[in-house]
């Protein structure tokens, strides 16, 4: 395999129906959407999409169904420049999104999986890690913890997107040298996001907690900080978080400075609210240049 990329992104992809709608609906109440966008979606799936729109290479370790929804995600995947070589395709549906976003920015979304499972942990098969950098999303346990482990005896940088807590999550937050975690799953975790950061600075040498508008807060070693949002008033949070993860292992693979990384990363996840969707919502290089190049 011929695979040799910055990032290689593990975990799940979807395909997202969008609904803008004026607000949630009520119990037995039917409500018109503004509008409709399908993309696709998943953490792992956008934040390799995003590292290649900042103008790096990556990959995509996942499941899709040989289904329309899988098809349309690997033309979306071939159109961005995502290596696909590690896509496992099945008779199992492609995981379906459908998210209801607010005027105000704010979101609820129904997953749907139906029998799909997660994929068997020899279902890649990879002699050597082929990144500088790995992301996981926690949603391929299976192969995520003998990839984590592999890479930790390369000494390559692991990153695990901690969206919420799960299975996966838990078995994989004290194997990657990176915890990058919502206020979600803190909150899930330990109740609170400065109880949280103490308890999981004891499993992973980096923890980040990021806290949408408020920013987000950090622990390296013994070293702590915090770092402010950038002022933008957001459209729709869907992706913010895929985003941030993505520019995060990005800036990872480039070798930059701690807290240029933190902003590099902070940018991308500010720019990505600006419109609707997720896919949609991932910066370009130039984009989110002017914004990086902004002081905080």
């Known amino acids: 395999m011929t695979i040799n990329v910055d990032v290689l ?10 609904f803008s709608v004026s607000r949630q609906p009520d119990a037995d109440e039917k409500i018109v959407a ?13 934040a390799a999409v ?6 790096l290479t990556s990959a995509f370790a996942g499941y899709l169904g040989r289904d329309l929804y899988g098809d349309q995600h690997l033309q979306e995947f071939d159109a961005y420049g995502v290596n696909t070589e590690l896509v496992m395709r099945g008779d199992a549906p492609t995981p379906l999104s459908a998210i209801l976003v607010k005027p105000d920015g704010k979101r609820c979304l129904i997953n749907y999986k139906g029998d799909t499972q997660a994929l068997s942990a020899d279902a890649l098969n990879l002699t050597e890690i082929p990144a500088k950098v790995v992301l996981f999303d926690g ?23 901690a969206g919420s807590v799960h299975e996966g999550t838990l078995a994989l937050m004290n194997r990657v040298d990176y915890l990058v975690c ?8 330990a109740g609170d996001e ?15 907690i990021t806290l949408g508008e408020r920013g987000l807060i950090w622990q390296r070693g013994n070293q702590q900080g915090a770092l402010s949002a950038y002022p933008l008033t957001a459209l729709d949070t869907t992706g913010a978080g895929d985003a941030f993860h993505g520019a995060f292992c990005a800036a990872l693979a480039a070798g930059m400075e701690w807290q240029s990384l933190l ?13 609707m969707g997720a896919r949609l919502g991932l910066p ?13």
């Open 34 to 46: 503004d509008s409709l966008l399908s993309c696709g979606g998943g953490p792992a799936a956008n």
């Open 284 to 296: 370009g290089r130039e984009e989110h240049g002017r914004l990086f190049n902004q002081a905080l």
């Open 182 to 189: 919502s206020e979600k799953f803190a909150n899930q975790y």
């Open 263 to 275: 902003r590099y990363a902070s940018a991308a996840g500010a720019l990505c609210c600006l419109q």
């Open 139 to 161: 949603h391929e346990p299976l192969i995520s913890l003998p990839l984590a482990e592999k890479a930790r005896q390369a000494n390559i940088p692991t990153v695990l997107d």
């Open 9 to 18: 992104c593990v975990g799940h992809a979807s395909y997202d129906l969008i």
């Open 50 to 55: 995003c590292v290649a729109k900042l103008g």
């Open 194 to 208: 400065r109880n949280a950061l103490s308890r999981l600075a004891i499993l992973a040498p980096v923890v980040v």
